[in-house]
């Protein structure tokens, strides 16, 4: 019968592991300070959440780099934090990073936090997923996003990014119930802002699990994965669902086991090595290094194309890096970067 125009975006069919001309190509973060056109945005908006709570300006900072770059995919401009503060918990954003000044050290602030409706406490994000639909181009997928229960417990509980996440453990090792109690909430909200986003346009969903691979094998098995499963056991059906963990190839054979279509590699994992672990169950997502594009231009390109064919005759591969795009780097960069990926042919 007739095709859909989403079952015809590239990064859809590729996360079916479809077999296809190309792979579809886009970066994490690849909305950002790197960009004058974002650096002129977030000045006239005032600030980073300014930018996310106003749906005119987050779409249009979702829409600068598929404008300039023509990658395959925008994804959201917003940030895994922000149902935090829709709990309750107050959020700023310095040049550091993110702040929370009131973290979660007893079990009467983890009870304290709210469950609310994400339509009713960040209806400023389905705004911005209708507004950015309407001004993609056709073959553009659209991606929604959250971070994991466990990465989001890291920020709670550590009130920033976290070195040694000493108050998360001291959390999951003396006092468990009071742990499993926040990450049951967590869970609640991040499926259903997952859901929300569904609702209003997203049609791939990633969990961001930063910091998962600073547990092991049995930390993350016992503290961190039984979350994620949740979460991803109750999104929509026919939503293709990509996990994301930092620095954890020790952890992906776990990771293979969460109901997910896609691994997003970081750039520690072997491409080649992935593909043989997991090319017969998992489209693969990735993964140079962020650092290679602060390298000129035909450097990235030559690199780029390495990883390409370490991926060629793979169904399933999504090219991005294996980590966010870097500030300080040069959009010419990133531009040879989406052009390698355009160039590949069958
Ligand atoms: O283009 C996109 O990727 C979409 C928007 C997006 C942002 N953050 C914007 C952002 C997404 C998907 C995120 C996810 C996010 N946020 C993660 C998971 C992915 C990852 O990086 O591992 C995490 C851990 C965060 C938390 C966060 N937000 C940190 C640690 C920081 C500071 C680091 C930095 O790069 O400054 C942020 C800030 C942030 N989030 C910026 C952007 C564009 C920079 C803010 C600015 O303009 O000042």
């Excluded at 310095?94 to 209806?123: C, F, H, T, V, Y």
């Excluded at 959250?146 to 990014?161: D, R, V």
């Excluded at 672990?277 to 990235?300: I, K, T, Y």
Aim: net charge neutral; proline share 7%; glycine share 8%.
């Amino acid at each position: 019968m007739s095709t859909t125009s989403t079952a015809t975006r590239l990064l859809v069919r590729a996360l079916a592991r479809e077999r296809l001309p190309r792979p579809p190509v886009w970066l994490m973060r690849q909305a950002g300070r790197y960009l004058p056109e974002y650096r002129a945005v977030r000045q006239q908006a005032g600030g980073f959440l300014e930018m996310i709570r106003r749906p005119e300006y987050a779409a249009e900072v979702t829409l600068q780099p598929v404008r300039r770059f023509g990658v395959d995919a925008a994804i959201l401009f917003s940030d895994i934090l922000v149902p935090l503060e829709a709990m309750g918990m107050e959020l700023v954003f310095n040049d550091q990073g993110p702040l929370l000044p009131k973290p979660l050290r007893s079990r009467a602030q983890i009870d304290g936090l709210r469950l609310p409706e994400p339509a009713e406490s960040m209806p400023y994000v389905g705004e911005a997923l209708r507004l950015v639909r309407r001004g993609l181009p056709e073959e553009t997928a659209l991606i929604g996003f959250c971070g994991a229960p466990f990465t989001l417990a890291s920020y709670a509980i550590e009130g920033g990014t976290g070195k040694t996440f000493s108050h998360l453990r001291a959390l999951m090792y003396h006092a468990e119930r009071d742990f499993a109690a926040l990450m049951d909430k967590l869970a609640v909200m991040v499926a259903a802002h997952l859901r929300y986003q569904a609702d209003n346009g997203a049609e791939v969903l990633v969990l961001f699990d930063t910091w998962a691979g600073a547990l092991g094998g049995e930390d993350y098995r016992r503290y961190a994965m039984p979350w994620s499963r949740r979460v991803l056991e109750h999104l929509p059906r026919g939503i293709p669902r990509v996990v994301f963990a930092g620095t954890s190839d020790h952890l992906l054979e776990d990771l293979a086991t969460l109901p997910a279509e896609c691994l997003a590699l970081d750039h520690r994992t072997s491409l080649d090595a992935a593909f043989r672990r997991f090319g017969a169950s998992h489209a693969l997502q990735g993964n140079l290094d962020p650092a290679v594009l602060l390298a000129p231009p035909d450097e990235v390109q030559r690199r780029t194309r390495a990883l390409l064919a370490v991926a060629a005759g793979q169904p399933g591969h999504v090219l991005n890096l294996g980590h966010g795009v870097i500030k300080d780097t040069d959009p010419a960069c990133v531009a040879a970067f989406v052009a390698a990926a355009k160039e590949t042919s069958p």
